[in-house]
């Protein structure tokens, strides 16, 4: 249903009591600032869920009727930026409806609806949806906190509900109204009836799954790989350090993986490629262990043979490893700071490798010339 022009129009209000002090910090526990304009439903039956407390997003949500549900959803305006409320199926942003509200500067805010049927520009398709919308108005009490107020005509919302937040100082224009891509999103499963939300355990879910495999995977297992590469002077004890620490990074990437099936049954999404590149890195991993098991002696023939095994694998896992990470980050709409966070840890320890690799082969050449000499001296 499209919103009509009185829908997306913005209402200035004013606090009845004037000398009132407000903040941009909304909470559960605060009550709703009083409006010179009534709100269009009852109020005092909301429930009320911090489903994102990152970026202060509030939902306040009742069943109003059979048919008819009421939302209040709060966010701050201070960061510039437009925030949206999904509604979605399966969990995923691609296929939801939103609601987008933004106020650039006082006086000139806006409030559409966007049906997100792809990940480009030209798929986000504004004042169309498959929500019912009654009832609709974005209200700022002040200049710091703005109020998306709905009404939905369904016997039961979508549990699954979608945020995201817009990048700084980018709003959608008038004529075309065309929605910037968001900059941080995070989905929830909302409880209706008990007034909380399951963000909190899937965001614990997700952030569990992502850093287990990012320190498992990628940067356990390259420290193990440069202890045992290159730090095999310690003799006897680079062995153990490089076994027992490319354990703790399968065990700790194993129990990732295992985090991210148990969230993608729970969100019902659909990360085939995600998933398939997770089964070839365990796969490599148990190969590993494997050869491990069948570790032929030093002076057996086939030694030089199941080193050169040993090494690549481990380090074709290693790189499809880092390449999946950065794809799940992606996936998850994680943002630029964990990209960044992640990259930078990478490139660090790429400098470390070539440092050391650089430091083995001019050891390695001191000491070829060091026994060539030798060799030529006369006795």
Request: hydrophobic letters at 45%; aromatic letters at 12%; a positive charge.
């Amino acid at each position: 249903m499209k919103l009509t022009s009185l829908c997306q129009r913005v209402l200035f209000i004013m606090l009845y009591n004037s000398s009132t002090f407000v903040t941009s910090q909304d909470s559960c526990s605060s009550k709703l600032i009083q409006l010179q304009l009534p709100i269009p439903f009852e109020t005092s039956s909301l429930l009320c869920s911090a489903v994102w407390p990152t970026h202060n997003f509030i939902l306040r949500y009742a069943k109003a009727s059979s048919d008819v549900w009421s939302f209040i959803f709060s966010f701050p305006l201070d960061t510039k930026a437009y925030a949206a409320i999904g509604f979605s199926k399966d969990g995923n942003m691609v296929g939801s409806s939103a609601i987008v509200g933004w106020m650039p500067s006082p006086g000139a805010g806006g409030m559409k609806l966007y049906y997100l049927g792809g990940k480009s520009q030209d798929e986000v398709i504004r004042d169309r949806s498959d929500l019912y919308v009654m009832n609709a108005s974005f209200v700022p009490p002040t200049d710091s906190l703005g109020y998306l107020i709905f009404q939905l005509k369904t016997t039961q919302p979508s549990t699954n509900l979608i945020f995201a937040i817009g990048p700084n100082g980018q709003f959608p224009d008038y004529p075309q109204y065309n929605l910037p891509k968001h900059i941080d999103q995070t989905s929830v499963t909302i409880d209706y009836s008990k007034g909380s939300t399951g963000e909190n355990s899937n965001l614990k879910l997700r952030r569990s799954h992502g850093v287990l495999n990012i320190m498992g995977w990628s940067i356990v297992m390259i420290l193990g790989s440069i202890i045992g590469r290159y730090l095999k002077e310690w003799d006897a004890m680079w062995f153990y350090l490089h076994a027992s620490i490319q354990a703790f990074g399968f065990l700790a990437g194993l129990f990732g993986i295992l985090c991210g099936l148990l969230l993608s049954k729970k969100l019902n999404s659909k990360v085939t490629h995600h998933k398939n590149i997770a089964i070839l890195i365990i796969l490599l991993a148990f190969l590993q262990v494997l050869a491990i098991i069948l570790r032929p002696g030093k002076e057996s023939k086939i030694r030089k043979y199941w080193n050169w095994y040993h090494h690549n694998v481990g380090r074709i896992l290693i790189i499809f490893a880092i390449l999946n990470t950065f794809y799940g980050l992606h996936l998850g709409g994680e943002g630029s700071k964990w990209f960044l966070a992640y990259g930078v840890i990478i490139v660090v320890l790429l400098i470390v490798i070539v440092f050391l690799e650089i430091r083995m082969r001019m050891i390695a050449r001191r000491e070829i010339r060091s026994f060539s000499k030798s060799v030529e001296m006369p006795y």
